[in-house]
């Protein structure tokens, strides 16, 4: 999975995104840059998660977004940073972002754009006053309208496995960006003395069995005993099924990029309260299931594969499991056998 390269084999972001063109004679270059503004985008985002608790940013901004969180300032920051780094540079007709209750148009300079970014600003927010791991999560599919037309809702609504590209952006300990274009996983991390992202994990393939399990146990009597089987036998073993250790931070993409390192299994299942669960298919879902399986692993709603779900609306919830590729096989067949929508 490769460490951090020595000083006189560092590749940059740009230089490993070029190298990857290159071998597609038919790109453009287009997709390349996109995700060249979105690398810019994480590093003001860093920039002011860093200095999260020395401003104003920091804490509540007073308003529930459409999936009733408290937004924090530093949401819609990180909202407003992601749009503005891609809506005026002619790739992106569309975008749509957890915070708003509908798709926003690019600039009538910039609809004819032939891709759409759907994303999820800042995951994990009501960490941020804590000080715990917070990230941003990007998908991005091939418009489907007429350049010549309005873009719409369609171009948002497409199934996961059209992404052409998804990924995130960690702000821990160090910034990382993990993206995939459908070429195998790699890692970037972000080297703040000289203001670029380096490659630091090459080729991320995550363990096919893992050390952890992550769920929110503080909900289990309200899952499925379906679901309650399943996090019993992670956390206690059976005979196919070792015990695994609890991890879980409650930042979606901290608790998934540490599964997709040291090999783990994140779910979080429908229960009574929630028959989908509170993750949503376009912004959490489809696009870590899209990085999950290009690594090795597998994301499924407990029967259908995340990537093969047609979603009907924009905040569209999915019950979601995923991780390293046996333990998530595993937790489909329990559910399975119980003939019980996880």
């Not at 891709?115 to 917070?134: A, K, M, Q, T, W």
């Not at 991005?140 to 309005?150: A, F, L, N, T």
């Not at 991320?204 to 009597?221: D, H």
Request: aromatic share 6%; proline share 5%; with cysteine.
């Amino acid at each position: 999975m490769g460490s951090v390269h020595t000083s006189t084999s560092v590749i940059t972001i740009e230089r490993f995104i070029m190298e990857q063109e290159r071998l597609h004679p038919e790109a453009t270059g287009e997709l390349s840059n996109l995700l060249y503004d979105l690398c810019l985008a994480a590093k003001i985002i860093s920039r002011h998660v860093r200095r999260a608790g020395l401003t104003d940013i920091l804490g509540a901004a007073g308003a529930v977004n459409v999936s009733g969180d408290l937004q924090q300032k530093l949401d819609l920051f990180a909202r407003d940073t992601v749009r503005h780094a891609v809506q005026h540079t002619g790739r992106v007709c569309i975008v749509a972002s957890e915070e708003d209750e509908e798709p926003m148009l690019c600039p009538q300079t910039s609809r004819r754009g032939k891709y759409v970014i759907l994303y999820d600003p800042l995951d994990g927010s009501s960490n941020i006053d804590v000080n715990v791991s917070i990230g941003t999560i990007f998908s991005i599919h091939r418009r489907v309208s007429s350049p010549k037309g309005e873009p719409g809702l369609g171009d948002c609504l497409q199934v996961g496995k059209k992404q052409v590209a998804a990924g995130y952006i960690l702000y821990g300990s160090s910034t990382m960006l993990v993206y995939t274009t459908g070429q195998g996983v790699h890692g970037f991390t972000l080297d703040p003395t000289i203001g670029e992202f380096l490659l630091s994990h090459p080729d991320i393939r995550t363990p096919a069995v893992g050390k952890y399990y992550s769920v929110n146990e503080s909900n289990w009597n309200r899952w499925t005993p379906a679901v309650q089987r399943v996090v019993a036998a992670f956390k206690n073993g059976d005979g196919r099924m070792q015990a695994k250790n609890a991890r879980y931070i409650g930042s979606l993409v901290a608790d998934f990029h540490r599964n997709l390192i040291s090999g783990g299994v994140f779910l979080y299942p429908g229960d009574t309260r929630s028959a989908e669960g509170k993750l949503r298919l376009l912004y959490e879902a489809a696009p870590l299931a899209l990085v999950v399986e290009q690594a090795g692993g597998l994301a499924t709603d407990g029967r259908r594969p995340i990537l093969d779900l047609v979603p009907q609306h924009l905040h569209q919830k999915t019950p979601f499991i995923v991780g390293s590729k046996t333990d998530v096989e595993f937790a489909v067949e329990i559910l399975a056998a119980d003939g019980v929508p996880a």
